[in-house]
């Protein structure tokens, strides 16, 4: 009778272990992308250059991130990701405290992060994207921030008075909330990010606030945002609003944004498109004016690139870009600057992307 009665107990004990390894089940992933390219550049008064580059069509990568269902609807997940620039090796640069500039080992700059979710949202700490960045990606610019025609050449800020901006794409430090899915559409996040300055007149450089709010569903997406940065030099805000509509084969785009440095300004606008040429190729087009206040001049950037894809993983793509200085300006450019006061610069780039 006792053999039977443990028997019994042992198997009600093994089942219930079963059913708590069950809840908490996870998985680990190393993920990755690699994207190199050659490139033409030529500016007035500069000449002309050769190149072999990285990121013309995507940024490069490499990362692993995992997750646990903890039960009951509660999940906790990781993901370190590291920026991989082909052409030569390197991770870039990063800024530990969202005021000054470190790089070039083997860091996980793009995003180091924790979070924890439910049916409540998703809550997440660590190195990540600033919400305003999000609108300036291919979600509502055909190009992102990549490449010659990447929407950083004039949505990204100008330096003024003492303050370079480090917070244009990522901030560390941070906490976010991020709304669950299921709301009919409306998605949204809250950061706020710290400097960790000591005592002094510059304890609150790299202190960062924002949020981003949008609806989509599968032809329509729309979203504004906002940052703020502090600095004892002048604060950095980034500002934007997007739009984007699919009309058959063809996403119609716009994209407006703002920078304020300290007591300047610089205010962007763009119209673009992304075409879906067949089952495996996509034609992409913007074109973008900037006015500025108080700092650089005013300029024009016109692009135009197409993405073979040979496979869901592997592409094909080339682009051509222009960007014009107004007035005596020689600011903004495709990655080779004129020293002609209104020249301009031109860029060519053919490549492959590849993930993992």
Known sequence: MKTGRWRVEFVALAAAAAGVQAQQTGSVQLFGLVDVGVQQLKADGAGKRHLVTSDGNASGRIGVRGNEDLGGGLKVGFWLESAVLADDGTSGTISSNNKDSIGGGLTWGRRATVQLSGDWGELRLGRDYVPSFLNLTVSLHPFGPNGVGSSGLLFYPVPANGTTPRTNARASNSISYFLPPGLG???????????????????????????????????????????????????????????????????????????????????????????????????RFAYTTLSAKGVASDASHIALGYVHDLSKRTALYGNAARVNNKGTGVRFNVGMATTVPGGNCRGAELGVRHSF
């Open 185 to 283: 559409g409306v998605y949204a996040q809250v950061m706020l990010a710290l400097g960790e300055q000591g005592d002094g007149p510059t304890h609150s450089d790299g202190q960062l606030q924002g949020i981003r709010i949008g609806w989509r569903n599968e032809a329509f997406n729309a979203s504004v945002a906002t940052t703020r940065t502090r600095y004892a030099t002048g604060n950095y805000k980034q500002s934007n609003a997007g739009v984007a509509w699919q009309f058959g084969p063809v996403r119609l785009m716009g994209l407006w944004g703002e920078n304020k440095v300290g007591t300047t300004k610089t205010t962007a606008r763009m119209a673009g498109a992304r075409w879906q040429v067949g089952p495996q190729g996509e034609v």
